[in-house]
């Protein structure tokens, strides 16, 4: 198995702190995640589709890693996230007796921003909704590997950055004094080829008015034109992690 370096600062998307009247409450937490990657790739040679299932998520992980930090005063918050993964996927055998397999490759980093408006809150629900932006760079490589036929060996891709635009809303719901469910989702398009959204949804434990921890599945979708391929990414898997306010 590759070496798997999984690590989180500071956290991602976590609960507001707890209220400190007139002053500013911030909150960090420390996630780990497991994404697998699933990618729909217009190649020189045809569509590729790969998905990492079942065991392999973890054998295709070089790396991940998710953290933010979130400021809040009065109704408002600042929400700050960044993620950088980097995955591989591969199918076996595609276009017949040419290649015997090819790989998918992504290395990615996306950094997130969020001014969020506390819109409703009651005993039973909490909502935040807002707007934001997100910053991608991603380095994508497609490789085919010769088949029974013979040949050589092929690769493509590149890399590419830029920036989108984002509605996002999160959603928190008390069960009781210590447990809670969050979601948070938000959208981004600038064309229609060009297009990410993401969903977050744990539950969570309160240990303390310092301490909690969530657990729970995040998935991300991403889609644009990187190294001349159009490209549909898809990262998701479990989450975990501990939440520190102050």
Known sequence: MKKIAILALCGMLPIPALAQ??????????????????????????????????????????????????????????????????????????FGEVFSQANVQAEVTAFSGYGLYRSYESDHLIADIGLGLRAFKIDLGTEFESGDLGGDDHSFGGDRSWLLPLVAGRFIVPFNENWFGTAFFDYGQTRSDVSTWQGLVTVGYHFNERWSMQAGYRYMDVQQKIGGLDADLEFSGPVIGVTAHF
């Not at 420390?30 to 020189?44: E, F, N």
């Open 21 to 94: 009247d007139g002053g500013w409450d911030f909150s960090a937490s420390i996630y780990a995640w497991v994404p697998g990657l699933g990618a729909t790739v217009d190649t020189p040679f045809g569509e590729l589709e790969s998905k990492s299932t079942g065991g392999n998520v973890l054998d295709n992980l070089d790396m991940a890693f998710m953290g933010a930090f979130e400021a809040r005063k009065d109704q408002w918050s600042v929400l700050l996230d960044l993620l950088y993964t980097k995955l591989s996927t591969s199918k076996d055998a595609p």
